[in-house]
């Protein structure tokens, strides 16, 4: 079960990551452009997603993917923390975060 500090840490050591209020919550931000937010439910995170990737994942694990009307027509996502571990966690920022990184960064991202 991943928590919002577990968010907070992986999210701040990938380069260039920024923390910034969203919507009154914590916001990630590489080069000022929003990746992932805590959503105000307070038990999920809001990450930057595909829309035809997201609904995949939403059809084999809804208990984790999910999203509100508000998301219906943009490229986000919401996560259940409770229903995903800090390794998934961890691979949900990354891909996130390789969403809205510009491509000199895009290098500097660990293997």
Known sequence: M?????????????????????????????RDRLFARLHHDGESLVL?????????LA???????????????????QVRLAAVDRAELAGLLREAWTMRAPP???????E
């Not at 694990?61 to 009307?69: A, H, I, V, Y």
């Not at 000199?104 to 660990?110: E, G, M």
């Open 2 to 30: 991943a928590a919002p500090d577990d968010v907070r840490e992986l999210a701040l050591a990938l380069p260039e990551t920024r923390e910034r209020p969203s919507y009154g919550t914590p916001g990630f931000r590489v």
């Open 104 to 110: 000199s960064l895009l290098a500097r991202l660990p």
């Open 48 to 56: 930057r997603m595909d829309r035809d990737e997201r609904a995949l």
């Open 59 to 77: 059809r084999a694990e809804p208990r984790k993917f999910f999203w509100t009307p508000h998301y219906e027509r943009h490229d986000w996502v």
